[in-house]
């Protein structure tokens, strides 16, 4: 009887067993089928997720395939402004000398018929005497006579290419020596401080002027760069504008050196002009200066995609700029700074370096260019 309960006691406790074990399956399996959807969800989201991913991937190579078409594209069109540019630049030049050898050549025509027509009137001459004088005398007579004409005709033109050539030298001569004697009498002119201050005086009043007509300019070319939407050359036109009011205020500090002594010499259109050590330094600054303030004149007009055109911008209006002292005149100044700013223009414009090139953050103009634009010398 104790071995039947403990028998039948065993079975109850296996089948509760068995029955725990069926009933964890099904909790295993009923949560197995309650996760599957979420996982499926997860994993249509990743797929979700990669396509996105894929697709955008797509989207940037074709943006960069496209800003590169673009890009090439820009290139091209600068390339084919700067080649006709360069075509037409070319085609003045050519123009301009056939209009010199057409000139030349209508000159040399001039001359040869005004040559052959007093060789006819000769001949015409020299036929009427012999008709009436038929007789080899008189024609041997006029053959001489014919010849002497010619002779006398060839030395008037000698003798009068002579003076005029010694008329030439003579005036070259005396022009040299007007300038020689003008610049000897300012070559070692020294400035006492009187002077110095009424020179001063002078040259501020003719700065301050210059400033005063340059602000209703640059007033003006504002309006019309925003009108043109020429935005490149509007910054341009802004940062120079406050580099001229720095400058102005330099120019109300500075002052003359004392006893300024004028012993360089440079020549501008076939005259000398003196001036001293610190003027030679501000015209060699103007040049440098213009070639700078050029260049990005330049470039401001290529971006805008604007005509070539450097004696249109307000740099090269002013020339001032850089102009902090009293050793040289501003007109003096401005002539050397418009020279390197022209330069500087068709540099920055065609994107190259003949004129200057570029270090240290800097564009700067060549010395042997400088060298053809201000030969300044100690005397």
């Known amino acids: 009887m104790i071995g039947g309960l403990v028998f039948f006691g065993a079975t109850d406790i296996a089948n509760g067993q068995r029955n725990r074990d069926r009933r964890n399956e099904q909790r295993q399996e009923q949560q197995k089928k309650e996760e599957e959807p979420q996982q499926r969800q997860v994993q249509n989201q990743q797929r979700q997720e990669q396509r996105r991913q894929q697709q955008e991937q797509r989207q940037n190579q074709q943006r960069q395939q496209q800003e590169q078409r673009q890009n090439q594209q820009r290139q091209q069109q600068q390339e084919n402004q700067r080649r006709q540019q360069d075509q037409w630049r070319q085609q003045q030049q050519q123009r301009q000398q056939n209009n010199q050898q057409q000139q030349q050549d209508a000159l040399r025509r001039k001359q040869q018929q005004e040559q052959q027509e007093r060789l006819r009137e000769q001949q015409q001459r020299q036929q009427q005497e012999q008709r009436q004088q038929p007789n080899w005398q008189n024609q041997r007579q006029n053959e001489e006579r014919r010849q002497q004409q010619q002779r006398r005709v060839q030395e008037q033109q000698r003798q009068q290419q002579q003076q005029q050539t010694q008329r030439n030298r003579q005036q070259n001569d005396g022009n040299w020596n007007r300038n020689q004697q003008r610049t000897e009498q300012r070559r070692y002119e020294q400035y006492n401080r009187q002077q110095q201050q009424e020179l001063q005086r002078q040259r501020l009043n003719a700065y301050q002027q210059q400033w005063r007509n340059q602000q209703r300019v640059e007033e003006q070319r504002r309006r019309q760069l925003q009108q043109q939407r020429r935005m490149a050359q509007y910054r341009y036109q802004q940062r120079y504008l406050e580099q001229l009011r720095r400058d102005q205020l ?51 007009d290529r971006q805008d995609r604007w005509n070539s055109s450097y004696n249109g911008t307000f740099g090269y209006e002013d020339a001032s700029y850089g102009y902090n002292s009293y050793y040289v005149g501003l007109d003096e100044y401005r002539y050397y700074f418009r020279e390197g700013f022209r330069r500087g223009y068709e540099d920055g414009y065609y994107g190259r370096y003949e004129y200057g090139n570029y270090s240290n953050g800097r564009y700067s103009i060549l010395g042997t260019i400088l060298g053809t634009i201000l030969d300044v010398v100690l005397d």
């Open 250 to 300: 330099r120019l109300q500090q500075a002052r003359y050196y004392d006893n300024l002594i004028n012993n360089y010499r440079y020549n501008r259109g076939g005259n000398y002009y003196y001036t001293s050590q610190y003027g030679a330094q501000m015209l060699r600054q103007a040049v440098q200066y213009g070639y700078e303030e050029g260049y990005r004149a330049g470039q401001a």
